[in-house]
């Protein structure tokens, strides 16, 4: 079945430094992927959806320079957050949607972020 | 593999009977599983919830039943309304929350 991975599964930063993180697809090309971030009543906030060689579309209040997204190619997106801060330690989460008639979504296993 | 698996990529019920959505996963260390909707356009909201030393929570009209033994879950909906259309996610994770595997969700449309 397909397969999102997310790398890294966990990471701690300093207040002030960029982390990336990366959203594969590891056996379908996905013509869209999503970023969402965890709140803490288990909600889903969708923060962009990604299309493939194209500029990611952000949500409202979703902050484009803090959270950068880039979709290079049909299995790879990455989010990077900028400048963290402590408020940005969250779970994110991401998700692709393989090409084809449905409208399937597969989940990343999510990424934590501690900003220290 | 998909540890997380819905099988039934759309249901439809009529309006005021019951939706049963259902979710089967693989790893027994799953400790806790959750159930959100989606409706287009927005992000999966959460919906009801169950650790695994339950077999049953009920919130309203919305049950989920775990089975252990089995690694299923159900979602059920009773009565079900036009507004419960929405596309219907299982998740789960181990008991620190470190990682969530989702479902790929069900598609539920109820008819008026």
């Known amino acids: 079945g397909a397969v999102v991975s997310q790398h890294p599964s966990r990471v701690i930063c300093k207040s002030g430094t960029s982390v990336k993180i990366e959203c594969r697809s590891l056996d379908f090309q996905a013509t869209t992927m999503f970023w969402y971030r965890q709140f803490p009543k288990q909600s889903l906030m969708l923060m962009a959806t990604?299309?493939?060689?194209?500029?990611?579309?952000?949500e409202q209040g979703v902050e484009k320079d803090k959270f950068l997204i880039n979709h290079a190619s049909l299995t790879l997106s990455t989010l990077t957050v900028t400048s963290a801060h402590p408020e940005d330690s969250s779970f994110y989460i991401c998700?692709?949607?393989?090409?084809?008639?449905?409208?399937?979504?597969?989940f990343g296993p999510g990424t934590r972020l501690t900003v220290l | 593999d998909q540890q997380v698996k819905q099988n039934s990529p759309s249901l439809s019920v009529q309006e005021g009977r019951i939706s049963i959505l259902n979710c089967d996963y693989t790893?027994?260390?799953?400790?806790?599983f959750l159930w959100y909707k989606k409706y287009p356009a927005e992000g999966p909201t959460f919906l009801i919830s169950?650790?695994?030393?339950?077999d049953k929570n009920e919130d309203g009209r919305f049950t989920v039943f775990l089975n252990k033994s089995a690694k299923h879950l159900s979602l059920h909906i009773v009565p079900s309304q036009p507004g419960d259309s929405a596309v219907y996610f299982c998740?789960?994770?181990?008991?620190?929350?470190?990682?969530?595997?989702f479902g790929t969700g069900t598609s539920l449309t109820v008819i008026p």
């Open positions: 790893n027994s260390m799953f400790d806790y």
């Open positions: 998740a789960a994770s181990d008991v620190n929350g470190n990682q969530f595997y």
């Open positions: 990604s299309n493939e060689g194209s500029k990611a579309t952000y």
């Open positions: 998700s692709a949607t393989p090409k084809g008639p449905y409208n399937e979504q597969f």
């Open positions: 169950i650790s695994s030393i339950k």
